[in-house]
């Protein structure tokens, strides 16, 4: 069915511990990734969109905790409830690639370097049995890489990780994650290191994922050029909180939240000239262990009152699918200006 669901996050509060300190990295986040299509993340660094997408896979940190929330994955009529599984169980093995893949941020970080790079995509193959054999799985590998515009994709797959260079690093693990064809791709900056042609061409085999296979895509970025161009559904986090969500064409031609507004004021417009004025957000944001009582954004924020600094925002729906944390209804009080 179009438009069903395939990850369903329930108002997930997720903590790191470190010297009998508690930072609350997310708090209370609540979202639904659909079947078929793209929803990005987006915010400045440090707002737990890669904690959202860590805590999805069950990758989070030993000194990290889930304190509340619910994580749900529906695979073949089934509704799994990942949250609740052992981090290095099989189950949680089992869905990883096949059922929901992910490309890291780091790719140097991220491939083994005592492997090969076939080794470790054909790995992924037979372990979801998504290849017959090592020989059936070293051909699919060697068109991978090609896909991803790898030279010489036949020598390569022989290579390691250090002979590679970054970008090269990156589109081969983007080659992994997509190899097993997974109903979920999680996609944390997956173009970082990697020239506008080569990113072009990645998006492109992200985009016949999912119309081919009905894989659902969250993609993680700064880039809301990306953001405009693939976008089904966006959301916008800042400190923890996803202010504002929805139909990205509606967030985007009618930003509710004064956040998302100075986002969008503060990256060029192409066409407009060398003299369009750009806007900058204002201070910077509050330190994680001293936060603000109210909107965490109020301290930046030109449209802050009093009520802003004492209560945190409830979720609430500007209009059918825009949701925006505000305790002011701007859109309908002449909007943001």
């Known amino acids: 069915m179009e438009n069903e669901a395939v990850v369903r ?106 492997f090969t790079v076939g080794y470790q995509i054909n790995e992924a193959l037979l372990y979801h049995n998504r290849a017959k054999n090592k020989a059936e799985a070293s051909e699919i590998s060697i068109q991978l890489l090609k896909d991803m515009g790898i030279p010489l994709p036949e020598k390569r797959v022989k290579e390691y990780p250090h002979q590679f260079s970054g970008g090269m690093c990156q589109r081969a693990m983007i080659a992994m994650a997509m ?72 967030v985007f031609t009618h930003p509710s939240h004064p956040y998302t507004k100075a986002l969008l004021d503060s990256i060029p417009v192409l066409g407009r000239g060398k003299d369009q004025q750009l806007e900058p957000i204002r201070g910077s944001t509050p330190d994680p262990y001293n936060r603000p009582k109210g909107c965490q954004f109020a301290p930046r924020c030109s449209y802050a009152t009093p009520e802003c600094e004492l209560k945190m925002p409830d979720e609430a729906f500007v209009e059918p699918g825009h949701m925006c944390r505000c305790h002011h209804d701007l859109l309908k009080n002449g909007g943001l200006k």
């Open 9 to 114: 996050v329930k108002d997930l509060h997720v903590s790191f511990y470190n010297n009998n300190r508690c930072n609350k990295v997310i708090r209370g986040v609540n979202f639904e990734l659909k079947k078929s299509r793209i929803m990005c993340i987006v915010g400045e660094s440090g707002c737990g969109k890669s904690v959202t997408a860590n805590s999805i896979m069950g990758l989070l940190p030993d000194l990290s905790r889930i304190e509340q929330g619910e994580i749900h994955f529906y695979d073949k009529g089934k509704d799994i409830e990942i949250d609740q599984l052992p981090r290095k169980g099989a189950a949680m093995r089992k869905i990883r690639g096949e059922g929901i893949s992910m490309i890291f941020q780091d790719p140097m970080t991220a491939l083994n370097p005592v």
């Open 179 to 250: 190899s097993c064809r997974p109903k979920v791709l999680i996609a944390d900056e997956p173009t970082t290191a990697l020239d506008v042609t080569i990113q072009a061409q990645i998006f492109e085999l992200m985009l016949d994922l999912k119309d081919n296979n009905d894989t659902a895509i969250l993609l993680i970025t700064h880039d809301m050029g990306v953001v405009a161009e693939l976008a089904d559904d966006v959301a916008v986090m800042y400190m923890g909180n996803i202010v504002e969500s929805g139909d990205a064409r509606l």
